[in-house]
């Protein structure tokens, strides 16, 4: 730390000075670096004798010198943050960037990437803007979700490319024939984080929790009682059968932390360092699974890539893995398009709008091609054609005489795609008479009911996992979109619907039926998806097992990159 402290003096200094030579006395060198004459005097020493600068003093007090840098801070930065990455001290690479964060793009740049770091595999990820709280119950960013899930475990969990849950923190689980009662048994020898052991009476704390917790409270509706028969056996009795109680435990509102310090979980990687301009996982020594290749991953956080058009920043959904030197030389890896996707949504609880007139809306959306000539580069997003695959969307008609309503009120929130939706679609109802008044919420999940009573049309996205049957009951569910947009006989229904289709022991049965629901909210024009996102990971060849996520990030528990080779 003391170099880093003396480069900040440097810094100072060249400031100030610049490359030309200057005539000091220590006086002003030391009102300078704001220190003792003699202290002055030691540093100018050190400096000289690491090359930063030259100092040709002359005899006598108060006589100048002649002084001049002769190195840009920007060099020795970007020379000492590869001393320190090299030896795998973050810590010291951090205070280096808070040195100067206005240049953190060109110092790490070199650095980022997957590479070899004091003997351990490192993948560093630039990303473009600062990180929200990664709290499984508060978060909605996909980025967020992403981390949470590897930092969390759950009784059970989704894998990459199953819809259906695997053990997790437990081994196996048991259903009673009536459906009434869960048994989950629990692994042993289970450990936090930090080492402790992790114990069936502190997931039970935890569940209890999440109980009463608005977030995580729909999804364990069903729960009559949780209790503990064994040291490693988690019961849940319920008071209706639930099938997708297996789903609802390996969701993100569900998951694990430790009753008295909700940072720590039990995942493959724990979160080690979390500050703005990085957060570093590290592997978990005592994870109960397979454990991963990598040994530790950082977010570095670098809003100037983003602004300057970077090619690893170029959109959330797209991302490159590598060096700054490397990026030319990377290719798309994995592409997919998304499950989720961003929707329309008709508040008919308002009444401004009919549901006649809403299928009138949305057969001008899809007869005006609004959606596939929308001013979006890169092939980021693709039209929907289905909610689901196999959910095909309809295709609305409307009597020609049927005028919309003289004004229109829309809501809308991220992602920024959907600020082109609202200009378009506000031109293409002003041509059908109906003016469009546009609001925008800056966060990523609607607050309120409340706040949603006040618009008829809602724009939003909506992420889906691995389990996109049982995301879309959730959805339904968790949301605070239904309850505001639903008239009162329509939300009594579908809670109905809801608790009917989660009794059907067999999957495949609960399947198809959230299906005939949703295509009757898309036919009756409630909800309609717009877009899907076309998700890509590129990376140059020495960096392996890159798998994309429902979510559109890459497995971190896969990926893998070679040793140097020496």
Not at 96 to 115: A, I, K, T, W, Y
Not at 163 to 181: K, M, T, V, Y
Not at 428 to 438: F, K, Q
Request: proline share 8%.
């Amino acid at each position: 730390m003391r170099l880093i402290h003396r480069l900040g003096q440097y810094q100072r200094l060249y400031q100030q000075l610049g490359s030309e030579p200057v005539l000091m006395t220590m006086a002003q060198l030391a009102a300078l670096f704001y220190c003792s004459e003699r202290h002055a005097r030691t540093l100018v020493q050190q400096m000289q004798h690491q090359g930063w600068l030259s100092w040709h003093s002359q005899a006598g007090r108060g006589k100048r010198a002649s002084l001049q840098c002769l190195k840009m801070p920007d060099e020795l930065r970007s020379a000492l943050l590869q001393r320190l990455l090299q030896q795998g001290d973050h810590q010291g690479a951090l205070a280096l960037v808070r040195l100067d964060p206005q240049h953190l793009q060109e110092v790490l740049s070199p650095h980022l990437g997957g590479q070899w770091q004091a003997d351990s595999p490192t993948l560093r990820i630039p990303y473009y803007r600062r990180l929200e709280s990664l709290d499984p119950l508060s978060l909605t960013g996909r980025a967020e979700q992403h981390l949470v899930s590897t930092l969390h475990a759950g009784l059970t969990r989704f894998t990459t490319g199953n819809r259906l849950p695997q053990p997790d923190l437990a081994h196996h689980w048991q259903i009673s024939p009536d459906g009434l009662r869960w048994q989950f048994f629990l692994r042993s020898q289970l450990r936090w984080h930090n080492g402790e052991p992790l114990s069936g009476q502190q997931l039970l704390q935890t569940l209890e929790k999440l109980r009463s917790h608005p977030r995580s409270m729909p999804s364990l509706a069903s729960v009559a009682a949780i209790a503990l028969p064994h040291a490693l056996c988690i019961q849940f009795d319920l008071h209706t059968p639930d099938y997708w109680l297996a789903h609802r435990l390996a969701d993100l509102p569900c998951l694990m932390t430790h009753p008295e310090n909700a940072t720590l979980g039990a995942g493959a990687f724990k979160l080690t360092l979390n500050e703005p301009h990085l957060v570093r996982l590290e592997q978990h020594p005592y994870y109960h699974l397979q454990h991963p290749y990598l040994e530790s991953i950082e977010y570095w956080i670098t809003p100037a890539l983003a602004a300057g058009g970077d090619a690893s920043c170029q959109h959330p959904v797209r991302i490159t893995i590598g060096q700054q030197e490397e990026l030319p030389f990377a290719r798309p890896v994995q592409r997919s398009m998304s499950l989720g996707w961003c929707y329309l949504a008709l508040n008919l609880r308002r009444g401004t709008l009919s549901q006649a007139q809403g299928k009138k809306l949305l057969m001008l959306i899809q007869r005006s091609g609004l959606l596939a000539n929308l001013p979006i580069p890169n092939g980021v997003i693709t039209p929907s054609q289905e909610m689901l695959p196999g959910w095909a969307i309809p295709q609305h008609s409307a009597a020609k005489n049927l005028a919309l309503p003289p004004k229109l009120t829309l809501l809308y929130r991220p992602p920024v795609e959907l600020m082109t939706v609202t200009q378009a679609l506000k031109a293409l109802l002003a041509e059908h008479g109906c003016e469009l008044e546009i609001r925008y919420f800056s966060g990523k999940r609607w607050q309120s009911a409340e706040q949603i009573a006040e618009a008829d049309l809602l724009l939003a996205d909506n992420l889906i996992g691995e389990a996109p049957e049982a995301t879309l009951e959730s959805w339904l569910r968790q949301d605070a979109l239904w309850q505001a947009i639903l008239p009162p006989s329509a939300a009594r229904q579908q809670t109905h619907r809801l608790r009917q289709i989660q009794q059907y022991p067999d999957e495949s049965r609960r399947f198809a039926a959230m299906q005939s629901y949703y295509q009757q909210l898309m036919e009756t024009a409630i909800i309609t998806p717009l877009f899907n996102y076309q998700y890509q990971v590129s990376a140059p060849p020495r960096i392996h097992g890159v798998t994309l996520t429902a979510h559109g990030w890459f497995d971190f528990c896969q990926a893998w990159l070679p040793p140097p080779v020496a």
